[in-house]
């Protein structure tokens, strides 16, 4: 999610953001055998951010 800088800086960012925290948490609650895969991840082309493209999870729902 991109909320701009400077003069154009959305007003709800932190709201947005805080929202995604709250429910990675959630989600993640409800999957305690998760695993994250980070050597099979995909990195975004770009050298200014690196972050993934894409990242490998696997999860089981908890009874």
């Known amino acids: ?5 400077g003069a154009h800086h959305c007003l709800g ?3 947005a953001r805080q ?7 959630r989600l993640l609650a ?7 895969d980070p050597a ?4 975004a ?5 690196r972050r993934y493209e894409s990242l490998p999870f696997v999860a089981e729902a908890s009874a």
Do not use: K, N, S
């Not at 929202?19 to 948490?25: E, F, P, R, S």
């Not at 099979?40 to 990195?43: D, N």
């Open 1 to 5: 999610v991109a909320f701009a800088y």
């Open 13 to 15: 960012a932190a709201v």
């Open 19 to 25: 929202a995604a925290v709250v429910t990675l948490d």
């Open 30 to 36: 409800r999957f305690p055998d998760h695993a994250v």
């Open 40 to 43: 099979r991840g995909r990195f």
């Open 45 to 49: 082309p770009g050298g200014i951010v």
